[in-house]
Nanobody
Framework: VQLQASGGGLVQAGGSLRPSCAPS????????MGWFRQAPGKEREFVAA????????YYADSVKGRFTISRDNAKNTVYLQMNSLKPEDTAAYYC???????????????????WGQGTLVTVSS
């Protein structure tokens, strides 16, 4: 199973981007999906996650009110609407998927089963 992320790019501060992520290859049951980001020289950090059934969402404090995660259950696709972007949002953004509810913590990157290759978001000041 692979996750294909796309939709990153270069944008000025205050602008918007909407990356998306969908699985390719073998299908699997999605329990939840999330977005993480990693800036150069920093650890990968949680951004947002969504529960597939019911749609509960989770956000890092740094993106609350600016980013919105959503999903299309039929397509197993997750989106991250990013508004009011700041230079400190510059990072490679990775999507991840969890196929089981057991021991899942949406904020913990070690609790995901599958990862995408990352899409680069650059915000200029």
């Amino acid at each position: 199973v692979q996750l294909q992320a796309s939709g990153g790019g270069l944008v000025q501060a205050g602008g918007s981007l909407r990356p998306s992520c969908a699985p390719s290859g073998r299908t699997f049951t999605v329990y939840g999906m999330g977005w993480f980001r990693q800036a150069p020289g920093k650890e990968r950090e949680f951004v947002a996650a969504v529960l597939w059934s019911g749609g509960s969402t989770y956000y890092a404090d740094s993106v609350k009110g600016r980013f919105t995660i959503s999903r299309d259950n039929a397509k197993n696709t997750v989106y991250l609407q990013m508004n009011s972007l700041k230079p400190e949002d510059t990072a490679a953004y990775y999507c991840a998927a969890r196929s089981s509810p057991l021991s899942w913590n949406p904020l913990n990157r070690f609790r995901y089963d599958y990862w995408g290759q990352g899409t680069l978001v650059t915000v200029s000041s």
